[in-house]
């Protein structure tokens, strides 16, 4: 974890250029994501109280991380935008920590979610309730906003807003896709006084109940049970794989069985089973690794691969008893993490749980 600004700016440029690259190549347009305004704007003030949570639940709710760095792409405006401006401060409230200060962030990043539009930043958050006068902007999909600039990011979506207006829930949520987060910017404190609240908190968990973000479950928990909010399991979202030929890549291949992807890299010696469109994966077993190969073998019986009989003879090469330890170091440190967030918790009898 970097210390210093020059630490953590250092490589910016070239990590920046990549970026650009892959926005370009896959014609990324921001403006695309813009909702059609709104007049009717009623919908934001009739949001489920997470009091009350159904299937028909709609939340507007602000995603979070357990490290002080957020994500690279964040750190990349920061640190252009202080190379441009050395004055420039950047708003530093950690809401895991102080949860009470969210009314003083100037900038807020949230997604509007559903049932059906289940996808956010990280695996957990806080429900907010959000008076309509504190909403900024409105987006289908992540638009990159300047959260660092506070005031002057404020002030100027404030002014586009009286302008253009901003869109109604159910608009943002027709023109959101499934497999991607929407936008919805608000101000912790609004222009007459109002301010946002957090009123729950969601942790995304995946279809056989096990949690996206251990850690960050944890630390959520113990917010929720020192302010007294509710806990909310959000299903997480994924695209099923999809049945298909063994695949190979530089140095590798991976093949889907079943619901799950089978995969080798040959580099690191690594076979790894992935789950839930990539989002959980783990160390493979050598039972695993067996039934892999053994499909894989009968697909090259049908076609002529050299460069997969190579890669799968690699693969078994591999001793089932580094498997096994790779394993076991797994499922050591999953159990370290349940120990935590189930057992030795002081505020234990202050919260209640509402599942999806």
């Known amino acids: ?87 420039l401060k950047s708003e530093k409230i950690d809401l895991l920590r102080t949860p009470e200060k969210i009314a003083e962030k100037r900038v807020i990043s949230t997604s509007l979610i559903d049932a059906q539009h289940r996808e956010t930043w990280q695996g957990g958050g806080y429900i907010l309730a959000v008076p309509e006068g504190n909403i900024l902007q409105t987006y289908s999909q992540d638009c990159g906003t300047l959260f660092f600039k506070g005031d002057e990011t404020r002030t100027a979506l404030y002014r586009e807003r009286d302008t253009k207006g901003i869109a109604d829930p159910d608009s943002i949520l027709q023109y959101t896709s499934s497999q991607t987060y929407n936008e919805v910017v608000v101000t912790g404190t609004g222009r007459n006084g109002e301010k946002v609240k957090i009123t729950g908190v969601f942790i995304k968990v995946f279809p056989d109940g096990d949690m996206v973000n251990h850690s ?8 929720a049970y020192s302010i007294n909010v509710p806990i909310i399991e959000i299903p997480e979202s994924y695209t099923p794989y999809q049945k298909s030929e063994p695949r190979v890549f530089s140095d590798g291949f991976n093949y889907v069985m079943g619901d799950q992807l089978y995969l080798f890299q040959g580099e690191h010696s690594s076979l790894s089973v992935l789950e839930y469109s990539g989002k959980r994966s783990r160390p493979m077993k050598p039972s695993e690794r067996a039934e892999m190969i053994s499909a894989v073998r009968e697909h090259l019986t049908t076609v002529s691969n050299p460069e997969l009989e190579a890669l799968v003879a690699k693969a078994e090469q591999i001793p089932d008893q580094t498997l096994f330890t790779r394993a076991g170091q797994h499922q050591s440190f999953r159990q370290s993490q349940l120990f935590g967030d189930h057992l030795n918790n002081p505020f234990k009898t202050n919260y209640f749980l509402k599942k999806y």
Request: with cysteine; proline share 4%.
């Open 1 to 87: 974890m970097p210390h210093s600004i020059e630490e953590l700016c250092e490589g910016y440029g070239r990590i920046k250029k990549l970026m650009n690259e892959y926005i370009n190549r896959e014609k990324i347009n921001y403006l695309d994501s813009c909702v059609p305004y709104s007049k009717d704007l009623a919908g934001w003030e009739r949001l489920t109280d997470p009091c009350q949570h159904s299937e028909h639940f709609r939340y507007l709710v602000h995603a979070v991380s357990e490290r002080s760095v957020a994500s690279s792409m964040q750190m990349i405006m920061i640190c252009e935008e202080m190379q441009r401006d050395p004055t």
């Open 216 to 223: 960050l479950a944890r630390e959520l928990r113990r917010v």
